[in-house]
């Protein structure tokens, strides 16, 4: 069974950064693609990166030039780091493994394709 463990929330002013880690455990081989995801209260779940087995990642358009997903060589651990933060990216983050080894431009920002979900870590960009 794989766990996921997210980590490196925190509370930072606009234009600050972080870096939010997504510990894998539980898997041998990791043949899914990874994303992150975030929401805030009343609102859905959202899409805010992927990548795959080979590395090709995709984003949200919202945080496109200021996010970059990757992992470390051994993919035990799946980044987020953050750049340029803004308040409107305040949320709940959430790491997630997919349902297959690589993801799909139309269907990678749902959360109906991911098998695997962290705890959530809270992610605070005050003005």
């Known amino acids: 069974q794989v766990q996921l463990a997210e980590s490196g929330g925190g509370s930072v002013q606009a234009g600050g950064s972080l870096k939010l880690s997504c510990a894998v455990s539980?898997?041998?081989?990791?043949?899914?693609?990874m994303g992150w995801f975030r929401q805030v209260p009343g609102k859905e779940r959202e899409g805010v990166a992927a990548?795959?087995?080979?590395?090709?990642?995709i984003y949200a358009d919202s945080v496109k030039g200021r996010f970059t997903i990757f992992t470390d060589n051994a993919k035990t651990t799946l980044y987020l780091q953050m750049n340029s933060l803004k308040p409107e990216d305040t949320a709940m983050y959430y790491c997630?493994?997919?349902?297959?080894?690589?993801?799909?431009?139309?269907?990678?920002?749902?959360?109906?394709?991911?098998?695997?979900w962290g705890q959530g870590t809270q992610v605070t960009v005050s003005s």
């Open positions: 539980g898997a041998t081989n990791r043949n899914y693609f």
């Open positions: 990548i795959d087995r080979d590395d090709t990642r």
């Open positions: 997630a493994g997919g349902s297959g080894v690589y993801w799909y431009r139309s269907t990678w920002a749902r959360p109906s394709g991911y098998n695997y």
